[in-house]
């Protein structure tokens, strides 16, 4: 063995027994992938909406202009379909945490401990049907004859019919699991100890709630609020199957795609969630909720 065999093995070794250094090596190669697909992806994202179509040939010129930035950003149309989808998906958020608090609650701390993996996975079992399976079962349901209309039709109910309502409804039906899911992690890391003190100092069970559960879940709820206002931002699936004439961002990137073929406007438009979803996520993270993920 060479002087130059023994000084690499011994380097080789002292790389191996370095934690940090193992670290590394083992995050080497997702963190590439990463910045390949995801960091890449925006990037090209960025580079896209900087460029301009031909009116008359349809052509995309790779000319470097702001017009496509200028008019998402000043044009009426897009400001309004953009505060329409924060507003749906802020709603949404709202909706799945009302509807998350009581169950992940019941999960973490009513249920006995043989029922909370069946909980679990009954949460979890509307993620294994189809996205679409779901979301046309919505629509037959808000659809003229549909089952709100049969539930409503001795009080004199009707379907609202395709549109707002049936597109937070069926968000909110969507991505409730995501909800629940962060929730009930955080109740259970709750000890039981400062639910007993709270009851033995005289709190009732909502005052127990607010000033006991809220505080040291909140960080939960945030999280869960990412997947649901992030998930709600985006889609454009179920808006088209229930949302009627109402339009969304992402609506307005797949019609720029397709019809239009306006791919430089279609990447500006998609430039607004994600500018959204970093300043969110940058408050979710003064929140502390992004070590509940």
Do not use: H
């Not at 250094?21 to 990037?43: C, D, F, I, K, V």
């Not at 968000?171 to 992690?185: E, G, K, R, S």
């Not at 005052?207 to 206002?229: D, E, H, K, M, Y």
């Not at 949302?243 to 438009?269: E, H, R, S």
């Amino acid at each position: 063995m060479t002087l130059q065999d023994t000084r690499r093995r011994r380097l080789s070794a002292r790389l191996t027994r370095s934690p940090r250094t193992r670290l590394a090596l083992l995050l080497s190669a997702p963190l590439l992938w990463l910045g390949l697909a995801y960091l890449g992806a925006l990037a090209a994202l960025l580079v896209t909406a900087l460029w301009s179509t031909n009116t008359f040939t349809g052509a995309i010129e790779r000319v470097w202009t702001l017009d496509n930035i200028r008019t998402v950003l000043t044009d009426s149309v897009y400001r309004s379909v953009t505060i329409r989808t924060i507003g749906v998906a802020a709603l949404v958020t709202v909706i799945d945490a009302v509807l998350a608090l009581p169950v992940a609650f019941f999960m973490a701390k009513v249920a006995g401990r043989r029922w909370q993996p069946l909980l679990v996975a009954g949460i979890l079992l509307p993620l294994w049907a189809s996205y679409l399976v779901k979301a046309y079962a919505w629509r037959s349901m808000f659809g003229g004859g549909g089952l709100i209309d049969w539930a409503g039709a001795p009080f004199g109910i009707g379907s609202p019919g395709y549109g707002l309502t049936a597109t937070v409804c069926t968000l909110a039906y969507l991505w409730l699991p995501y909800m629940v899911l962060p929730i009930f992690a955080g109740l259970e890391r709750l000890p039981d100890s400062l639910l007993e003190a709270a009851g033995d100092l005289g709190a009732r069970p909502g005052r127990t709630i607010r000033t006991v559960v809220l505080p040291l879940v909140f960080p939960a709820i945030v999280a869960g609020s990412i997947f649901t206002f992030s998930l709600s931002l985006g889609d454009y699936v179920a808006v088209e199957i229930v949302g009627g004439t109402k339009q969304f961002l992402g609506n307005l990137v797949y019609d720029n795609i397709g019809a239009a073929g306006n791919q430089p406007l279609a990447a500006a438009v998609g430039l607004v969630p994600v500018v959204v979803m970093i300043v969110y996520l940058f408050l979710s993270r003064r929140a502390g909720a992004l070590e509940n993920l």
